[in-house]
T-cell receptor, first 114, second 112 residues
């Protein structure tokens, strides 16, 4: 898990509520990423940030929002607009801002929405 | 569309035995290929990273091979241990913007 922490490990919410997942890294990495993992599927990119105060949509950004106010923090908000929010969410970071750099993953947060 | 296909979906092996996992990809242009190990409920951990010019790379009992011409890779686990029970994910970087394309993973179960 390196120097990346995600909290909480498990999160339960009622449908219609927004929820924010925390991701912090102490690796002094420039870039941070959010992925979603569903059973039987590969990881899918939600949002990424290559520099502080800037972020880009990934492949499945609808219903999610992020901020990057500090280099070490990249919180993800799952909004009520996300139709199927129940999933395992993984945060990652890389030293360089290009996708070519190795990504280090956090331990993940399992979100369950009922 | 860039795709990464892994096979088999799952396998069960006895402790001490060897196994090989396969990865086929269509990502182009190719930058690098990575194998990750993911324990249940945890984040993936990198095992190997290979660029176009590398055919083989080892990390302890894990050996990855790459054939960039046929766009195939394999991960060989030697003398399996109970701790090898995990999902192994093949990830390819490329497609111009170097974004990562993830396979669905192969779940390996090692039994005593």
């Amino acid at each position: 898990d390196g120097g990346i922490t995600q909290s909480p490990k498990y999160l339960f919410r009622k449908e219609g509520q927004n929820v924010t997942l925390s991701c912090e890294q102490n690796l002094n990495h420039d870039a941070m990423y959010w992925y979603r993992q569903d059973p039987g599927q590969g990881l899918r990119l939600i949002y990424y940030s290559q520099i502080v105060n800037d972020f880009q949509k990934g492949d499945i950004a609808e219903g999610y929002s992020v901020s990057r106010e500090k280099k070490e923090s990249f919180p993800l908000t799952v909004t009520s607009a996300q139709k199927n929010p129940t999933a395992f969410y993984l945060c990652a970071s890389s030293k360089g801002s290009s996708f070519g750099y190795e990504q280090y993953f956090g331990p993940g947060t399992r979100l369950t929405v009922t | 569309k860039n795709q990464v296909e892994q096979s088999p979906q799952s396998l069960i092996i006895l402790e001490g035995k060897n196994c090989t996992l396969q990865c086929n990809y269509t990502v182009s242009p190719f930058s690098n290929l990575r194998w990750y190990k993911q324990d249940t409920g945890r984040g993936p951990v990198s095992l190997t990273i290979m660029t176009f010019s590398e055919n083989t790379k080892s990390n302890g009992r894990y050996t990855a091979t790459l054939d960039a011409d046929t766009k195939q890779s394999s991960l060989h686990i030697t003398a399996s241990q109970l701790s090898d029970s995990a999902s192994y994910i093949c990830v390819v970087s490329g497609g111009g913007d170097y974004k990562l394309s993830f396979g669905a993973g192969t779940t390996v179960t090692v039994r005593a």
